[in-house]
């Protein structure tokens, strides 16, 4: 991960996993985290053994999500594993010693946290989910949580930029009927196209809500192929693309 001037204090445990140091093969090589890719469920299932590992917890502590690029976000108040994976594309606690996952292969992975009062969240910030408000909603439901607006931090995870996002005129009024403020983060390309700058929106939209700090960490998904998937890269080249997964946890008293 590139190096950022916005960290986390030490009682939050985050990470932006790339795709490195899994047993998936082929185009999933070799971290990938979804098994609704198509990838051999054992596999994935040892992909986050490993996550796990890393975090030091075990798999059921890790909560993950059914994304659909909505704006729901759905509370986690308690540390048993869910019953049924909600359909949603946000996860916010003040519960410690579990971790919230988002799955990501070009959308914008974002982290947010208010270390002083406990709260956490994880969310997933493609364009729909970016203008439909999953990012308001995330931050609603921290300080719904007990978490101050002025104390959250977030962190934009690795994504894709827009030197490589070169979009058409219909996305580009699509985005715009529905928040008329985007046009900024639309850079003319020629004959009709665009490129949108993703992770600038998703800052705009976090800067909006009064949030303490923000920044993108500034990594290209669909540049760097060897260190993330990308679904757009890997559509172009008529291939498969996994998931990569970013996490963020409270950790126990006895941790820290």
Known sequence: MTETTLCFAENIRSRFFTRKNG????????LNCSVKVGDDP???RENMRRVAGYLGCTVEKVF?????????????????????TPYADALVTNESGIYLGIKTADCAPVLLADAENGVVAAAHAGWRGAVGGVLENTVQAMIGMGAERESISALIGPCIAPQSYEVGEDMRQSFLQADAKASL?????????????????????????G??????????????????FSHRRSSQKGEKSGRQIS??????????
Do not use: N
């Open 23 to 30: 047993v998936s093969t082929g185009d999933f090589a070799s």
């Open 42 to 44: 054992a596999k994935v």
């Open 64 to 84: 993950v999500l059914h994304q659909t690029h909505s704006s729901i976000v759905v509370p986690v108040t308690s540390r048993e594993p869910f019953e049924k």
């Open 185 to 209: 983060f639309f850079i003319p390309a020629g004959a009709g196209k665009y490129r949108f700058d993703l992770p600038g929106y998703v800052l705009a939209r976090l800067e909006r809500q």
């Open 211 to 228: 949030i303490g700090a923000a920044e993108w960490v500034g990594e290209d998904t669909y540049a760097l192929d060897e260190s993330y």
């Open 247 to 256: 996490v963020i946890g409270l950790l126990d008293d006895a941790l820290f």
